[in-house]
């Protein structure tokens, strides 16, 4: 169950990174930048976001059903960790600038972070269960 719940929440952080994540404007002009868009112009780090979602999914959906998950449960929280502090970096950046542009967050921003958030909770969960399940064994 937390290995499906792992995968999707990487998809949707994924997906996500495409959407828009910023509403930029500047008198009566408006435009939207998604992930991509910050990740080609000034943030290069960001495309470690859907890179490391990449292989959170890869990893989650290869794993053999007998083999332990520990590479997975680590995948997932490493790279969720990274995925957290780059998007919420750029929440910081955004909310710090002030001046004739403004700049909003949109909900596929958010809808990203939380999803990371639940990459993370479910990366725990499977270590968690791991060694649960390894020390009533042994």
């Not at 997975?72 to 750029?90: G, K, P, Q, R, T």
């Not at 999803?115 to 060694?131: D, Q």
Request: one cysteine or more.
């Amino acid at each position: 169950m937390l290995r499906k719940i792992n995968i999707s929440a990487a998809l949707i952080v994924l997906v996500c990174f495409f959407l828009p994540w910023e509403q930029v404007s500047c008198g009566g002009a408006k435009d939207t930048l998604s992930g991509l868009d910050l990740a080609r112009h000034d943030h290069a780090l960001l495309w470690l976001v859907p890179l490391l979602m990449l292989a959170v999914i890869l990893v989650g959906v290869l794993r053999q059903r007998g083999e332990r998950p520990l590479l997975s449960a680590i995948v997932s929280l490493v790279s969720s960790i990274v995925a957290m502090y780059l998007v919420n970096d750029e929440r910081q950046r955004v909310q710090d600038e002030s001046g004739i542009i403004s700049a909003h967050l949109r909900g596929w921003f958010w809808l990203s972070f939380f999803a990371s958030l639940a990459v993370l909770v479910t990366g725990i969960g499977r270590l968690l269960t791991r060694n649960r399940s390894g020390t009533s064994s042994g």
